[in-house]
């Protein structure tokens, strides 16, 4: 089955500095990668998507890569802020395929 | 505005009662989702439904019931069957293509057992 993993440990951070997460996974090659954010107690919400074909995507201080070969996602974001504080999840999904698979997410903490 | 909402926020259960989760959206989405959340790990998907009047079991359906009678509306039942009811629920849905993509949440339900 597929398995995806994020860093478990919560990733500390400066204000200023830019913040990198990753996301690998195994077994199938998905149509496309997905990061979204959570904050506590709420539901996640879509940042970016990626295809399989695409090396990089941005979006304002966002940036997302992917890496068939290594089987990873790179997220990135840029000059971060206290408000970037929350728990960031990866999601994949197959083709012919209708449903996705959502890592277990990696909480970072962006210090003023 | 357009979106998903769910009801209620906070939901209790006592023991072997069924209880029914509200899910409900307004973007003319033909796909909706069920997913939990445990804590420190991932969402997983309970059920789905491409289209109204069908759906399919997702990684961990046992205990649960859902119904797709009409293409706004997504209930789950969580069933006496489900013996660690204890989670947050989150509905989700998405626009049509194969594979789907951006998927909506909802702010989610979360179930406590008393």
């Known amino acids: 089955s597929q398995k995806i993993e994020q860093n478990s440990e919560a990733l500390n951070i400066q204000e200023g500095k830019t913040a990198t997460l990753t996301c690998n996974y195994t077994?199938?090659?998905?149509?496309?990668l997905q990061w979204y954010r959570q904050d506590p107690g709420r539901g996640p919400v879509f940042l970016l998507l990626?295809?399989?074909?695409?090396k990089e995507k941005r979006k304002e201080r966002l940036k997302v890569t992917f890496d068939t070969t290594l089987k990873q996602s790179l997220f990135h974001i840029t000059a971060s802020q206290p408000a970037d504080s929350a728990t960031y999840l990866c999601?994949?999904?197959?083709?012919?395929?209708?449903?996705?698979?959502f890592g277990s997410g990696t909480k970072l903490n962006v210090k003023p | 505005d357009g979106g998903i909402t769910q009801s209620p926020k906070y939901l209790f259960r006592k023991e072997g009662q069924n209880v029914t989760l509200s899910c409900e959206q307004n973007?003319?989405?033909?796909?909706m989702y069920w997913y939990r959340q445990d804590p420190g790990q991932g969402l997983r998907l309970i059920y789905y439904?491409?289209?109204?009047?069908?759906?399919q079991k997702g990684d961990i359906a046992e205990g649960y019931s859902v119904s797709r009678e009409k293409k706004e509306s997504f209930p789950l039942t969580v069933t006496s069957a489900q013996k660690n009811p204890t989670a947050f629920y989150l509905c989700?849905?998405?626009?049509?293509?194969?594979?789907?993509?951006?998927?909506?949440f909802g702010p989610g339900t979360r179930l406590l057992v008393l």
């Open positions: 999601a994949l999904a197959l083709y012919n395929f209708n449903k996705f698979y």
């Open positions: 077994n199938y090659s998905p149509a496309y």
């Open positions: 990626i295809r399989e074909n695409e």
């Open positions: 973007l003319n989405h033909d796909a």
């Open positions: 439904s491409q289209i109204v009047n069908d759906f």
């Open positions: 989700a849905s998405s626009g049509a293509g194969r594979p789907q993509e951006t998927q909506y």
